[in-house]
């Protein structure tokens, strides 16, 4: 049973999940009016703090939110440090997580391939975003696109639930980060930064529209240029694989008709707004 807790100005009510170095939590704050607004709040392990160079991610990372204006990402509201632990106050995204949504195989059939088309350019947005930003003459990746780290919203939008790997040092690359996201093992993803992300993504659509083996041998079931944007998006040789995250969202945004994106998102909030009731997740109390 879990027993609320004090947290600065917020009282913690539920812990939603456990990551690889923090944990997220809701909390309520009771503002001037008397009125309680619902909060996510990260905060790191407790080997996380212990560890100098690790709590040093951590910071690097709530840097890097706050400085990042993408729709994808979650707005950051405050940092505070409360007995040496530091934590970061977010908005609360209500929706449903994304690997959650494909274990149903009912909804998931509902779902039109523009619509996975749409999802996909919109994180192909958000690693563009990240990938603006620089640690020395480096520029920054999200390294953690995947399933389990996605959120789509009530209002039928992508989000991304934190910054993955973008502040980590090259340690962090081992074999169970490459496993967590598909990278093979002769890719280097310092060699060939913002690919990681496109691969990411590409793996990611993939999958939504049935695996690898579905879009690369039965391709008369799928748009002969979208196999083609798919096949350059998860080339491991790199020969042919896109330079940067844009150019992909740019190959994936000739398959979108601009007047039907808000009827896509709807029809995509609709599903999710049907799970929600069945399924523990974050929220989102502001508006998209």
Request: proline share 6%.
């Amino acid at each position: 049973m879990f027993v609320p807790f004090p947290l600065g100005r917020y009282t913690v009510t539920e812990g939603v999940r456990i990551g690889s170095m923090g944990e997220i939590l809701l909390g309520q704050r009771i503002e001037e009016d008397g009125s309680r607004t619902t909060w996510a709040i990260k905060r790191p392990l407790p080997d996380i703090v212990e560890d100098p160079e690790l709590l040093g991610l951590f910071w690097k990372e709530t840097e890097l939110m706050q400085r990042l204006r993408h729709p994808s990402f979650p707005k950051v509201e405050e940092v505070g440090v409360t007995n040496g632990v530091p934590y970061l106050v977010m908005e609360h995204i209500e929706g449903v997580v994304l690997a959650d949504l494909l274990e149903e195989p009912t909804v998931v059939s509902e779902i039109r391939l523009e619509t996975w088309v749409l999802m996909a350019s919109e994180l192909a947005s958000a690693a563009t975003e990240v990938h603006r930003f620089k640690r020395g003459d480096r520029s920054l990746v999200h390294g953690d696109i995947r399933a389990g780290n996605i959120i789509i919203s009530s209002l039928g939008r992508t989000r991304l639930l934190d910054l993955g790997l973008a502040v980590a040092n090259d340690s962090v690359w081992g074999s169970a980060q490459r496993a967590r996201v598909g990278l093979p093992p002769f890719i280097d993803p310092y060699d060939r930064r913002v690919e990681i992300d496109t691969y990411a993504i590409g793996r990611l659509l993939t999958q939504c529209l049935g695996g690898l083996d579905f879009v690369f041998n039965d391709r008369s079931r799928l748009p002969e240029g979208l196999v083609e944007v798919l096949r350059k998006a998860t080339d491991p040789s790199g020969l042919y694989a896109y330079k940067s995250a844009e150019s992909m969202r740019w190959g994936l945004q000739s398959y979108l008709m601009q007047e039907k994106i808000e009827q896509m998102r709807e029809e995509l909030a609709r599903l999710v707004r049907k799970l929600m009731p069945a399924r523990s997740s974050l929220m989102d109390s502001s508006p998209e």
